[in-house]
């Protein structure tokens, strides 16, 4: 019985630092969100994940830094917010300037994103027109491009920096085996509202059969067409030579 308590004793000792840090998280989201007020977007979500585990490549959209934007939720819309996405849980991150605590949120809520330099849109799981999540919108015409990213933890031995875990990393470190491997997915969304997911340019232009000719004769004019061009680059420019 004593040599029972002892083991128990220790085993608290253990785990006492992380049941600390657990309470301490909770104290700081409750109060964060307290300052935020009831009727604030910061009070609905969840306090976001946190990534200690040393690996290349980054578990967010494109970078871990927030950047600022508007965010629809619930039918409301909210300024001046710092945002991200979280590739790996796919859920939209949220945080005020002078907190560092993130508020995460699903597109079952959040309808749509604007910062300075990108549209996200935000598909429900009872939407139905393309798999739930979060989407970067390309285009802004008729006819339009959705972009999903998701990301998770990979280990290899054989990785190396760029093409090879699917990004570049400015920070790569050759000494870690662990990485976030990113998966794209695209889908065309034509001016009727379907949509239909593609891989690559030439199934993108199969899209407009009427002005394929003419299309890519603008695209190889600007050169965007030659391999190994950004892909991104190569949709917004179809969709706006499309659009005229």
């Known amino acids: 019985m004593y040599k029972t308590n002892r083991t128990l004793t220790a085993l608290f000792i253990l785990l006492l630092p992380s049941i600390c840090a657990v309470a301490q998280a909770q104290s700081e989201l409750k109060a964060f969100q307290e300052a935020a007020g009831a009727s604030s977007i910061l009070f ?14 980054t578990p967010y959209w494109s970078s871990p ?3 600022s934007g508007t965010v629809c939720f619930e039918g409301n819309v909210y300024d001046d917010l710092l945002v991200n996405i979280d590739a790996v849980t796919g859920q939209v991150l949220i945080r005020k300037s002078e907190s560092p ?4 949120l699903t597109p079952d809520s959040v309808t749509s994103i604007h910062t300075d330099n990108a549209v996200f849109a935000g598909f429900s799981s009872t939407d139905g027109s393309i798999p739930s999540g979060f989407y970067e919108v390309l285009g802004s015409g008729p006819e339009k491009v959705y972009k999903h990213v998701s990301k998770k933890l990979l280990t290899s031995t054989h990785t190396m920096n760029g093409d090879p875990i699917g ?7 050759y000494d870690l085996n662990s990485y976030y491997g990113i998966t794209k997915t695209y ?10 997911r593609f891989k690559g340019k030439r199934a993108l232009l199969r899209n407009f059969p009427e002005r394929r000719k003419e299309i890519r004769k603008a695209l190889s004019a600007s050169g965007l067409d030659m391999p190994g061009t950004d892909f991104d680059r190569y949709c917004k420019e179809l969709l706006r030579i499309a659009a005229q």
């Open 44 to 57: 609905r979500g969840k306090q976001a994940n946190t990534y200690e585990r040393p690996a290349n490549g």
């Open 65 to 67: 830094e927030f950047v």
């Open 101 to 104: 605590i993130a508020v995460a």
């Open 187 to 196: 889908y065309f969304q034509d001016r009727d509202g379907r949509f239909s």
């Open 167 to 173: 990004y570049y990393d400015p920070d790569y470190n």
